[in-house]
């Protein structure tokens, strides 16, 4: 099993930053990509960032060039950082795992809040 804990989340104004941060631990050795997912209220969780064991990366059009996902093997942590912020982002943001490189929904973290005020 794997276990996702998520930090960095918080309130912030629009056009600021915030890094979300989303350390794993117990068996991760299995894992290989990891990424993250937004729910905003009322509406449906969608992927926002992926990044493969082998450093591929995605991201929703709506953050491209706004966000950046990376990963630090060596910690076993997956980081989002979020530049220009806009109301729109405001979400639960959730962490997960995969076994694969081809999904990304073996293991989810609890999820921290965003909210950018306009």
């Known amino acids: 099993q794997v276990q996702l804990v998520e930090s960095g989340g918080g309130l912030v104004q629009a056009g600021r930053s915030l890094r979300l941060s989303c350390a794993a631990s117990?068996?991760?050795?299995?894992?290989?990509?990891v990424g993250w997912y937004r729910q905003p209220p009322g509406k449906q969780r969608e992927l926002v960032a992926a990044?493969?064991?082998?450093?591929?990366?995605t991201y929703a059009d709506s953050v491209k060039d706004r966000f950046t996902i990376s990963r630090d093997n060596a910690k076993n942590t997956v980081y989002l950082q979020m530049n220009s912020l806009k109301p729109e982002d405001t979400a639960v943001y959730y962490c997960?795992?995969?076994?694969?490189?081809?999904?990304?929904?073996?293991?989810w973290g609890q999820g921290t809040q965003v909210t950018v005020s306009s």
């Open positions: 990044i493969t064991s082998y450093g591929s990366t």
């Open positions: 997960a795992a995969d076994r694969s490189d081809f999904v990304l929904d073996d293991y």
């Open positions: 117990g068996s991760v050795f299995s894992i290989k990509a």
